[in-house]
């Protein structure tokens, strides 16, 4: 009973934290510059017609009225239209999101897989080369911006040695072969039943996978070695130790693991980052993803677009912080849910 009491008010809490962020992209939106309506026409609209449009989006009623109105619809998942593309905000949402959902998953993949690792290995070996190695490239990753990073990739694996392309999710050739299925090219191509451009769907989104993780995969790198530091020093790993615990026994079971609940904390933020950190990696690598919509949506005063771009990034970071918490729990039961005591 005390978990399921846990549970509901981490989501009694999930769910103010929604509640607060649709008022605050609410007001935001309705203070942009510019005229949604005159901006959804044109210059060359005539008054009557921006005051009709601005009418029908009901822009001249007062902001509570607005707010009620939008809060309606919202719960019926009825985003408006979009100003830019002409379509229900929930239809371009829908038809975008998976690229960046696949884009996003796959660089969360290469900072689990590079970066635990590589983490493992500098604290094993710590104060040696190996460890002065792996923190040297962990500074660099974080320091140096992913956008940079992107750009370099494109440079030299991209023009230079002309190993990777670097814009799009797929080439043309292969673009009458494969069907939208799930929005996710690389299962789409598979469900094509086309290897060949599933190879290609795979050449496109390396790099900028590679690039979008390299900031996250320094954080996990040094979360990561630190903890296991920390933990190898504690009096109960060394008294395994003295009863002769094999090395790896020791290393795997018990530092490795209650070093890692700092490190999934990072990795359940860094995951929420990536899905805002994708937004510019997107514009590097012309990737029809959220981005380009998102950031239309603003240059455009695209208010009803804006607010589904938001929400929808808003959900995802709270759904992804709610799972956090979860598996945290799980690893270690001492750690009760967030805002709870064990």
Known sequence: MARIGQLLRRLSGMAVSLLGLSVLIFVISRVLPGNPARMALGAMASEEQVAELAAEMGLNQSLPVQYIEYMRRLFVG???????T??????????????????ITLAFTFMVVFGIPLGIVAAKHHGGVLDNATRFF????????????????????????????????????YSGEVVRTTGFMLVDTLLSGSPAAHVDAWMHILLPALALSFSGMGQVIRITRSSMIDIEGQDYIEAMRGYGLPTWLVTDKYTLKNAFVPTLTI??????????????????????????????SVLTSDVNAVVGVTMLVGVVFVLVNFAVDLLTSVIDPRIGLAGDSA
Do not use: C
């Not at 929930?90 to 999101?97: A, E, I, M, R, S």
């Open 267 to 296: 990795l359940g933020l860094q995951y929420a980052w990536l899905l805002s950190g994708a937004f510019i990696i997107e514009i590097v690598y012309s990737w029809p993803g959220l981005a380009k919509y998102g950031v239309q």
């Open 138 to 173: 962990a500074f660099s990753t974080v320091s140096v911006p992913s956008f940079f990073v992107g750009i370099v990739f494109q440079l030299v694996f991209g023009y230079f040695l002309n190993w990777f392309p670097i814009t799009g999710r797929l080439s043309s050739a």
């Open 78 to 84: 009825d985003l408006g239209q979009s100003l830019q």
């Open 86 to 103: 002409k379509n229900a905000v929930v239809y371009d949402l829908v038809t975008k999101f998976p690229a960046t959902l696949e884009l």
